[in-house]
């Protein structure tokens, strides 16, 4: 049976909350730049749609419970700050590259930098809950792998 993850509750669900609200977001903002105006900047409509995808898995990793799902949580929110950074500096200074702003655009400017403070957010959160989240998937997992006595 599987363990029930702490990371849903208290200030966890206002995480997931937000993941959400930018999971939609950036999923509309994507989708409508995309269809409407794709050639006229199609690595930052590109980008858009990578940075709504990475909100999706966030979201549902911090929701379901397990190792698999914390792991996921990590390198997804690893990701996201780093693209972040580096499309809020690039962003900054080659204009050119984006001719359009993404979700990530100026360090998330468009969303009151609610890209930049989140995934500094999850990372504490995660971090914070590393032994009750990073739980095994299956309670048969829990068992000893060695058979040798402890005194041997």
């Given at each position: 049976?599987?363990?029930?993850?702490?990371l849903?509750?208290?200030?966890?669900?206002?995480?997931?909350?937000v993941?959400?609200?930018?999971?939609?977001?950036?999923?509309?903002r994507s989708?409508?730049?995309?269809?409407?105006?794709?050639?006229?900047?199609?690595?930052?409509?590109?980008?858009?749609?990578?940075?709504a995808?990475v909100y999706?898995?966030?979201?549902?990793?911090?929701?379901v419970?397990?190792?698999?799902?914390?792991?996921?949580?990590?390198?997804?929110?690893?990701?996201?700050?780093t693209?972040?950074?580096?499309?809020?500096t690039?962003?900054?200074f080659?204009?050119?590259?984006?001719p359009?702003?993404?979700?990530?655009s100026?360090y998330g400017?468009?969303?009151?930098?609610?890209?930049?403070?989140?995934?500094a957010?999850g990372?504490?959160?995660?971090?914070k809950?590393h032994?009750?989240?990073?739980?095994?998937?299956?309670a048969?997992t829990?068992?000893?792998?060695?058979?040798?006595?402890?005194?041997?």
């Amino acid at each position: 049976m599987a363990t029930r993850s702490s990371l849903a509750t208290g200030i966890g669900r206002v995480l997931i909350a937000v993941y959400g609200v930018l999971a939609l977001a950036a999923t509309g903002r994507s989708v409508v730049q995309i269809i409407e105006k794709f050639d006229f900047a199609p690595f930052a409509y590109t980008l858009s749609a990578v940075a709504a995808v990475v909100y999706i898995v966030a979201m549902i990793a911090l929701i379901v419970p397990g190792r698999f799902w914390y792991r996921v949580a990590c390198v997804t929110i690893v990701f996201e700050m780093t693209g972040v950074l580096v499309i809020g500096t690039l962003s900054l200074f080659d204009r050119a590259l984006f001719p359009d702003d993404t979700i990530w655009s100026y360090y998330g400017l468009g969303y009151a930098f609610a890209p930049l403070v989140l995934p500094a957010a999850g990372l504490w959160w995660l971090r914070k809950h590393h032994r009750t989240a990073g739980a095994p998937d299956n309670a048969a997992t829990d068992a000893p792998t060695s058979t040798v006595p402890a005194g041997e």
